[in-house]
């Protein structure tokens, strides 16, 4: 990838972003509404419990800072890039595939939008 779009994908943090002695109890509830949604989809009622959605918000979050440790360890000191997270999952085959498809519909979106923007900019001239 090129150098702009490395800076692009790369997340600094800094000591006070990480909470690693606040209890995953005490932790603000981030995902409660998609989580809402995605269990409907799957399956579940309207309005699962909020026991439910509680336990798979606390899975999430545990998920996502083990994994962010997980490539601020590999990656460069107080960095992740969106490679660190492609050599994490790179023996799962099914995330493995899905970041990838992600990743590449995110990049044709990006070109569709600096195409219009291109068309809309050579138009009001």
């Known amino acids: 990838m ?3 779009s490395d800076r692009e994908s790369a997340v600094e943090f800094e000591e006070d972003d990480i ?3 606040t209890p995953l109890e005490k932790r603000k509830k981030i995902f409660s509404k998609e989580l809402r949604c995605m269990m409907y989809g799957f399956g579940d ?3 699962p419990y909020t026991e439910s959605v509680d336990l798979l918000e606390d899975l999430v979050t545990e998920y996502i800072t083990e ?3 997980k490539a ?9 890039i969106v490679e660190d997270i492609i050599f994490l999952i790179r023996k799962d085959p099914k ?5 990838k ?5 995110s990049e044709e979106l990006r070109k569709a939008r600096k195409a219009f923007d291109e ?3 050579a138009t009001t001239k």
């Not at 601020?72 to 992740?80: A, F, V, Y």
């Not at 995330?95 to 970041?99: C, H, Q």
């Not at 498809?101 to 519909?105: N, R, V």
Request: glycine fraction near 6%; proline fraction near 0%.
């Open 101 to 105: 498809e992600l990743l590449l519909m």
């Open 119 to 121: 068309i809309k900019y």
């Open 2 to 4: 090129a150098d702009n």
């Open 19 to 21: 909470e690693d002695d």
């Open 72 to 80: 601020m360890e590999i990656g460069k000191s107080g960095r992740i």
């Open 67 to 69: 994994m962010t440790k």
């Open 95 to 99: 995330k493995y595939s899905r970041v």
């Open 45 to 47: 009622d309207q309005n």
